[in-house]
């Protein structure tokens, strides 16, 4: 689609989210709206886009970044108006212009091959989307001839009761013949109930002149709902994380309970992984094939390798090699790299450290800033003690080492190769390899203490 334009509106406040932030920023499945509006664009494959800003129009422009064309509509007077703001950005020879907003986050590549293809085969000056809706409240009629042409749009407040019947509403989406819009921009008035310029009064001039204007059905009305509040956001959000989940599962992942599962657009799951209840994957998260997540797991833009079981667990920015088990109730923080075969217990948080192959920290630790190569060996209570109060120090664990339990490792330390640490050191400084390092107290019995000192009390 080389001879396309898109041009996505997305300049407007969004008054009815009753919020600070531009409307088309507000997310769903982890992306802002207006990006899914994009991303369909760019796969139904139109590369050209112009996305009109308005309401803070440079938090919208530092979000999507460079590959738009963006043009300011600095007072918000109606689609028209913004139309026309973009008409510098337009190329210099006639194309097909796809006009839609950007506040319609379901919108698919499929429908809007399909509305190219329809305006293109019908020779048409203008297609429409349109959608048969059960109520029709607050939207566009359509006004259809005989022949079955589009011959006016009609906004709600400026329908007669006869058209507000009319169940057939414009989606706001729309194909033109980008020379003949040229000529109707020019010929738009405010002359209406809202004293906006309307795109839709183009249609008329239209069909004045002649030309033919066409109309096309979308499938499914859901896609081109617009989101105008926070009851509405949630029902597409709904409705676009079943499409992911139902995706994954024709793909050979299981989802034991979709309505209960979280899955963030551009999320990958490998086939034959399992996922269980109330299980979130958000961001840039890649799952290999095999793996069992969940239930009660969130993991945020980290990857994990195949063969891997992860349950009632957090886990940020990190990478997770293969066949490994974490959890219950393990923190992995940003920062932290496991090789394969690792176990991270229950009760475990780890940060900004390499774990090596094969090693375990099997519950109730915490390993901050460290180097922990294979098969080390880590006991319940051992805690990296790499913050001194100004500076964060590195722990080195080399080749299987063996660290006891109840452990303070005091930063900067290293325990060399096959070492042991005995249960209950605070270890302060470097351990030789193939030693055995024991930093605590003498025990001494001090025999018949307890029942002289019950007497005296």
Known sequence: MSQITAIVLAAGKGTRMKSSKAKVLHSLAGKPMVEHV?????????????????????????????????VLQEKQLGTGHAVKQTTNAWPSHGRTLLILCGDTPLVTAETLEKLVSYHHHH???????????????????IIRNQQGHVTAIVEEKDATDAQKEIKEINTGCYCFDQNRLAEALEQLSPANAQGEYYLTDVISFFQQQGHVVAGVEVRDFRELQGINNRSQLAQAEAILR??????????GVTIVSPHNTYIDAGVQVGRDTVIMPNTHLRGNTKIGENCEIGPDTTIINSSVGSGTVINNSVIKESNIGNNCTIGPFSYLRPGTRLAD??????????KKSVIGKGSKIPHLTYIGDAEIEEQVNVGAGTITCNYDGKNKWKTVLKKGAFIGSNTNLVAPVTVGDNAVVGAGSTIT???????????????????????????ET
């Open 38 to 70: 994009l991303d369909a664009v760019k796969k139904a494959g139109i590369e050209q886009q112009i996305v009109v800003v308005g309401h803070q129009a440079e938090e919208v422009k530092a979000h999507l970044g460079d590959g738009y064309t963006y």
């Open 123 to 141: 020779e048409a000056v203008c297609t429409v989307l349109t959608a048969v809706v059960p109520d029709p409240t607050g939207y566009g009629r």
């Open 242 to 251: 079943e499409r992911i989940n139902e995706a994954l599962m024709l793909s």
């Open 341 to 350: 075969n690792v176990k991270i217990g229950d009760f475990v948080e780890v």
């Open 429 to 455: 400084k470097d351990v030789p390899a193939d030693s055995l390092a024991v930093a605590r107290e003498r025990q001494r019995n001090i025999l018949g203490w307890a029942t002289k000192n019950k007497k």
